[in-house]
């Protein structure tokens, strides 16, 4: 069974439909048939990518690997019965079972937050409500002010924030101010120093104001407050902070750790469940916590837990997996360039976007059947 159609599982689902399991029968449980690869998000806030180029049916993958398909979220698991429950419908019986079911972002739950943010998790949600703001944005009288406010100042959040200030600057006419909050000291956290540098160069040329150690006490419809008690006005508020776990696991009695997520072997399954494995950001790997919870482990990580469902089927050893100790990050920066990062050396320039764009596109080819 596979709950979640994230960047590992439909490794797993395209691995099955080429060459099915003898005598296996397979599950998909999302709550959502279709997924969106996060990589290219930022693009498409931008105006670079329509909706269909970012999105992966997983139903159609499942369809072709012989699988049964539920759609509708799992919401706790039994795993001395060997059941999963879902929000609609019976709970589900498996064998063995993998989760690749994300994350959530935190802090939705200070005062006006959920009400008045635009959260980047779902990320579905996400897309689908990127539209209505720049709708909103667009109907604005030209010279209007039009304030957005970004919380998170992680890679997500400052991809967005210059992908947003592109997009509403050649698409509006109102004045357009972008400020990006972050509650650490420096934005990027964990990336290299010139890196940062570059970000902070590019946001003062383009307007972008970059405010650290600010945290968010409250969100009201126009405004928000912040811990210091100064308040700052916006027209729209998009919520990219670090993130937490669904409560599938706290809720299921599992061992996590202390945001949530699943505690996993190096062999991705769970710390007391053989038959129970995780994937992505949904699972904390016991040997190497420190591990980002960034898509690319999700990817790296999709061969080793299809060859270990498999070989838990035919009660073969399991393959161990390490996460590589540094990965090459490209931030798109919205206007057709990107900046990069590999070892501590960063880089920039069109040439970039163009590397990223193809890498992109060379992944969903994969797994894209229309």
């Known amino acids: 069974m596979l709950v ?22 397979l599950t998909l449980i999302v709550d959502r048939p279709v997924a969106v690869y996060s990589g290219m998000v930022p693009g498409f806030v931008a105006g670079q990518y329509e909706a269909h180029e970012l999105e992966i049916d997983a139903t159609d993958l499942a369809g072709l690997a012989g699988a049964r398909v539920v759609v509708s979220p799992a919401t706790r698991i039994e795993p001395d019965e060997r059941r999963i429950h879902v929000a609609a419908g019976p709970p589900v019986a498996y064998d063995v079972a993998s989760f690749d079911i994300g994350s959530t972002v935190g802090g939705l739950d200070l005062p006006g937050v959920s009400e008045h943010a635009l959260p980047t998790r779902p990320i579905v949600g996400f897309v689908e409500r990127v539209g209505e703001l720049l709708a909103r944005a667009i109907s604005l009288e030209p010279g209007r002010p039009l304030r957005v406010v970004v919380v998170g100042g992680g890679a997500g959040g400052v991809e967005l924030a210059f992908a947003l200030e592109h997009r509403l600057q050649s698409e509006t006419r109102a004045d357009v101010r972008v400020t990006l909050l972050e509650g650490g000291s420096r934005v990027l956290r964990g990336y290299a120093d010139s890196l940062v540098r570059r970000v902070e160069e590019h946001a003062r040329a383009r307007g972008i104001e970059i405010r650290c150690d600010q945290r968010v006490a409250s969100a009201e419809a126009e405004r928000i407050v912040l811990e210091s008690g100064e308040s700052i006005d916006c027209e729209a508020l998009v919520w990219v902070t670090g993130p937490v776990s669904h409560p599938t696991f706290v809720d299921s009695e599992l061992a996590t750790d202390d945001r949530g997520f699943v505690r996993i072997r190096s062999t991705l399954q769970f710390e007391e469940h053989d038959d129970l494995f995780a994937v992505g950001d949904c699972g904390t790997l016991i040997d190497y916590p420190e591990t980002p919870k960034a898509g690319v482990y999700a990817v790296r990580e999709g061969p080793v837990v299809t060859k270990n469902l498999l070989r838990w089927l035919e009660g073969k050893p399991l393959e161990a997996y390490r996460p ?36 992109d596109r060379k992944f969903m080819s994969r797994f894209q059947l229309g």
């Not at 060459?19 to 029968?25: E, T």
């Not at 206007?335 to 990223?356: I, N």
């Open 4 to 25: 979640g159609g994230g960047h590992a599982h439909i490794q797993v689902l395209k691995q099955f439909a080429e060459k099915p399991p003898p005598d296996a029968r």
């Open 324 to 359: 590589q100790g540094d990965f090459l990050t490209l931030l798109n920066l919205g206007d057709g360039r990107a900046l990069g990062t590999k070892w501590g050396v960063s880089f920039e320039g069109r040439w970039v976007m163009r590397w990223k764009d193809r890498i």
